[in-house]
């Protein structure tokens, strides 16, 4: 690719060798005040010619220029929760209870990157309960990631990063139970063929909504296996158990555990505009649901995503 020294060089050499045949042109005819006149037009036209001849090379150059520097620049890999990315994502979610209640809600997520280590992600959503006939907010998750160090291997330990999370209690019956405050770590193992483990570990804390009564402690742990497939661009699974244990507090007393298990699976439409698609199921308790004066929720639930998401 051409630099800019060399372009405003040619450009100098096209504008002497044509206004040489304009002198030229100006000494055979110099009689002639027409033609004088004619010559010096030619002269302002063939600088006006060498300056746009110039400023269109530099402009292609830098074109080209970015076009490289956004052809070096990493592809998204949805399947990796390390990657710091920015993105906005909207679709439909479908929760299903025992007693055939259900909450149909529009989810949106943005997530926005911070420079090359930092990330704050939120999530949320509106929708409709059935049994109630309400309409309000569901659980609103808000959470930051911090990349400590992260390396590209075929095998190995790859790096690590902090998480905080933050999930506030929803208004609809259901989503309305505990306010989570969570913080932890997410190290990477590449196990090989596309295969990578991310096993979460973060220490919890639960309010009951509003913050009004604290309700215990206790650990988080949720390994995250991500597998990269062919059956799609960018198609990728994530299979995602979660299980939350607290050892302190009300639910420490009560000996609270639950687990879940996440399904993930999404791909590209195009370079920047991915889906992404979710299946939760429980184990047992729906913690979630818990509050000091109800109890748990005794409704065992699971949820359906369907998600599009544009990058940046």
Known sequence: MLNYNQIIGQSENIMESLAAICNENHNLEQETSTMKSSTRECKSSISLLSLTFAAALILTSSITS???????KPQIDASDPTRIVTFIGLGPKYTQYVDN???????????????????????????????????????????????FKMDQVDKGYRGWGSAFQLNLAGTLPGTDGQNLLGLGATPAFALGGGIDLYPVAMVMNSWDKGFGTYNGGGLNFSPMLSIKMDYWDGAFVNIWPQYTRFFWGNLGDLDAGGGQLRLVTGGKFTPTLLWRALAFYPFDKNLRGYDYKGGFDPRGRQAYLFRIEQYF
Do not use: C
Not at 66 to 72: D, H, N, S, V, Y
Not at 113 to 139: F, P, R
């Open 66 to 72: 970015a076009e490289e520097q956004k052809g070096e």
């Open 101 to 147: 209640s259900n909450v149909k809600e529009l989810q949106f997520s943005l997530t926005v990157g911070l420079g090359l280590k930092d990330m704050i992600m939120v999530e949320g959503g509106y929708g409709n309960q059935s049994a109630t006939k309400k309409y309000g907010m569901t659980t609103t998750d808000i959470r930051h990631f911090h990349l």
